[in-house]
């Protein structure tokens, strides 16, 4: 393996919180050096970085895979190949595959999986309890012992609030980190999208904002009464925001994350029943994006995670009230999360924070950082490249997004996996 030498780019490193030109060198999959007194060895590979981003790998602590169970629509080959063009090096998977990723042997196939077929690095997240059906808790140690990081039940709540204490309780005794899907089901049951305006437009049940709030605020007033971390997911609503504020100011171990498309749409989206832009938790208003927007400034919301779920034509392209949640979001999320930079709400580097450090950090794992000796994990990106969302440019198997046939500008050109290129637009041969 030649070394690798990325000359004269702004290297943005928020592990140290450095924002600056230099150069990074890579050797044996590590990184070697960064800054501007280093220099090329004779046989290494030079890329000339010099109008680009340099950053840690991106970290999506929040994507579906699928596999196993629905590889139509998508695998963990293909999802990590989609992941690698948006400039992520690894991803943590959901656990609500078929099966469930509730044992330790569907861990241990994921991330099996993941070492054979990947393009990223591949965290399995458990369920908390088994078959998600919040009655009995799944195996933490074992699950742990066979790789898993965090704990949810993602697509489901933990409804029993009983239930929810011990499975808080039992995470704190090994360590682990419950992952919140923060939702009433009496409040959202049988309803389809936000309610609101556009719901009485199109005539259809909707979803309140309260349905996410009174859950978060539940989860978190456990979280303190038991001293346990918790992570809310998928963050949607200004209420939430506030909640998890004021939790914060009091000290309670809660983290939380938002994604791309709930600071860059409302529930105007859904106008013309658009079952790409169906989702759970639902887009909200403008109130409710502007809200996020300032929980992310304020660091109220830690971390920008994707919720990348594909489904295929067969699940979205039907009536609305039948059509399945969830969007993709792994190839979008770069350009999405730079206009809050372009709008001048973050600064570049705390847009990288968002995406790489912080998730690395509540998740506990390597990364999100470009300090000597650490892997060689990088993502190389052009603010000022525009590409078209089309079919044909995504690397996911499905391709149910709202911002189809959308001109989206900056993009992740080069990411570098231990040192290995596995997404390259600069034309470099290595």
């Not at 070697?32 to 602590?61: F, R």
């Not at 196993?68 to 595959?97: L, W």
Request: negative net charge; charged residues 25%.
């Amino acid at each position: 393996m030649r070394p690798i030498f990325l000359q004269n780019a702004r290297i943005l490193d928020p592990s140290c919180d450095m924002d600056e030109k230099g150069h990074i060198l890579v050797v044996d999959g590590k990184i070697a050096g960064t800054g501007g007194g280093i220099a090329a060895p004779e046989d290494a590979v030079s890329i000339d970085l010099h109008g680009l981003w340099a950053a840690p790998g991106l970290i999506d602590m929040h994507v579906h895979l699928r596999e196993p169970g629905e590889e139509y629509k998508e695998t963990i080959e293909t999802g990590t190949a989609a992941a690698a063009a948006g400039g992520f090096s690894a991803v943590a998977c959901m656990p609500n595959t078929n099966p469930v990723n509730d044992s330790s042997a569907v861990t241990r196939f994921i991330i099996e999986r993941a070492r054979a077929t990947g393009s990223a690095k591949v965290y399995p997240v458990a369920a908390v309890t088994k078959g998600l059906k919040g009655e009995e808790l799944a195996e933490f140690q074992d699950l742990m012992l066979a790789g898993a990081i965090a704990f949810s039940d993602d697509g489901n709540p933990v409804s029993d609030p009983g239930m929810m204490r011990l499975a808080l309780q039992y995470a704190t005794g090994f360590g682990a980190l419950l992952i919140s899907h923060a939702e009433e089901r009496g409040l959202s049951r049988g309803r389809f999208l936000n309610e609101g305006r556009v719901s009485t437009m199109l005539g259809l049940s909707g979803i309140p904002s309260a349905a996410e709030d009174i859950a978060v605020f539940r989860d978190v007033r456990l979280a303190e009464f038991v001293g346990a971390r918790l992570h809310v997911a998928h963050v949607s609503t200004k209420g939430t925001v506030d909640i998890i504020r004021e939790a914060k100011a009091k000290g309670v171990k809660v983290t939380a994350e938002t994604a791309p498309h709930y600071f860059s749409l409302t529930e105007d989206a859904v106008i013309g029943y658009n079952t790409n832009a169906k989702m759970n938790p639902p887009l909200r208003r403008e109130e409710d994006r502007l809200a996020i927007i300032e929980g992310l400034m304020d660091c109220t919301i830690d971390a920008i995670a994707t919720d990348h779920a594909p489904h295929s034509r067969l699940e979205k392209e039907i009536e609305f009230e039948l059509a399945a949640n969830g969007i993709i979001g792994l190839e979008t999320a770069v350009p999405l999360a730079l206009e809050l930079f372009r709008q001048s709400f973050l600064s570049p580097l705390d847009v990288i924070r968002c995406l790489s450090s912080n998730p690395a950090g509540i998740l506990r794992v390597k990364g999100g950082s470009l300090k000597a000796g650490g892997d060689a994990d990088i993502c190389v990106i052009d603010p000022e490249a525009e590409f078209s969302v089309t079919r044909e440019n995504l690397r996911s198997r499905s391709c149910n997004t709202p911002f189809l046939g959308k001109v989206l500008k900056g993009r992740a050109v080069l990411t570098l996996l231990d040192g290995l290129p596995v997404h390259n637009l600069l034309g470099v041969v290595f």
